[in-house]
Nanobody, 125 residues
Framework: QVQLVESGGGLVQAGGSLRLSCAAS????????MGWFRQAPGKEREFVAG????????YYQDSVKGRFTISRDNAKNTVYLQMNSLKPEDTAVYSC??????????????????WGQGTQVTVSS
């Protein structure tokens, strides 16, 4: 069983930056594609960013492309989300997720087998 723990959330003003981390258990982390999702109160969960197990391919929701960067360090069993130029509409609980299957469609929640509990990101206007 894989455990994912997010950290790095907080309160920032618009235009500021945060770096989220997702620490994963297990020796097979390096074989998992990883993703970040977010959900605001009363809103549907939405895909934010994804990364292949090799780290060679990255994927982004259009609204965050150019502002957010997903990366991973397999030696540390950790995936990161660097968030720059934050906007109030970025406010949400951010969760990381892991895909352990042979195929990966980054924006599809059903592709992910394990989920973290989330970390709150609040951006003031």
């Amino acid at each position: 069983q894989v455990q994912l723990v997010e950290s790095g959330g907080g309160l920032v003003q618009a235009g500021g930056s945060l770096r989220l981390s997702c620490a994963a258990s297990g020796r097979t982390f390096g074989t998992y594609a990883m993703g970040w999702f977010r959900q605001a109160p009363g809103k549907e969960r939405e895909f934010v960013a994804g990364i292949s197990w090799t780290g060679r391919q990255t994927y982004y929701q259009d609204s965050v492309k150019g502002r957010f960067t997903i990366s991973r360090d397999n030696a540390k069993n950790t995936v990161y989300l660097q968030m720059n130029s934050l906007k109030p509409e970025d406010t949400a609980v951010y969760s990381c997720a892991a895909n352990s299957g042979p195929y990966y469609r980054p924006s599809e929640p059903s592709e992910y087998d394990y989920w973290g509990q989330g970390t709150q990101v609040t951006v003031s206007s």
